[in-house]
């Protein structure tokens, strides 16, 4: 991503001052459901596949800024998710990684929770279903306790 040279300077949709950064694709949202694992080994192997991290780094683009949302999955202080970042960075074959997150109260610079805003908008009235089809709710199906 090389910013535009000189830089342009827009106005937004309220009229504010920004400028006009460059755009490389949509956003890859991966849903969990309860039935998948969801832990940073599983975080990472879908960075790898869905991003084209080395296909990326092949065509010279080996530099990889994350910004996490700071949950435990992508915490940068743990350190097991700091192994996990490290094999990122080692199997992707990358010259920089740069993982951080933005401090608790600092929404409005979060590019990750302005990414949530149009998926809520997206799901406004949106019912799922508590059951799959031809399966009964859960609360109407004879379960034990470990089921």
């Not at 975080?43 to 780094?57: F, G, R």
């Not at 065509?59 to 350190?79: E, M, Q, R, Y």
């Not at 074959?93 to 997150?101: N, P, V, W």
Request: overall charge positive.
């Amino acid at each position: 991503m090389v910013p535009p040279s000189p830089s342009t300077l827009t106005r937004d949709n309220l009229g504010r001052d920004q400028y006009e950064l460059p755009r490389r694709s949509r956003a890859t949202i991966i849903n969990r459901s309860p039935q998948n694992p969801c832990h940073v080994s599983t975080h990472m192997n879908d960075m790898i596949k869905h991003l084209k991290v080395a296909e990326e780094v092949a065509k010279g683009h080996s530099l990889l800024v994350l910004i996490a949302d700071g949950g435990p999955d992508f915490n940068v202080n743990h350190a097991v998710n700091e192994i996990y970042y490290g094999r990122l960075f080692k199997q992707c074959k990358l010259d920089a990684l740069i993982a951080t997150s933005y401090c608790p109260g600092h929404s409005a610079l979060n590019p990750v929770e302005r990414l949530w805003a149009p998926c809520t908008r997206a799901l406004t009235s949106t019912s799922i279903p508590a059951a799959l089809p031809g399966e009964l709710p859960p609360k109407r199906q004879s379960l034990t306790q470990d089921e």
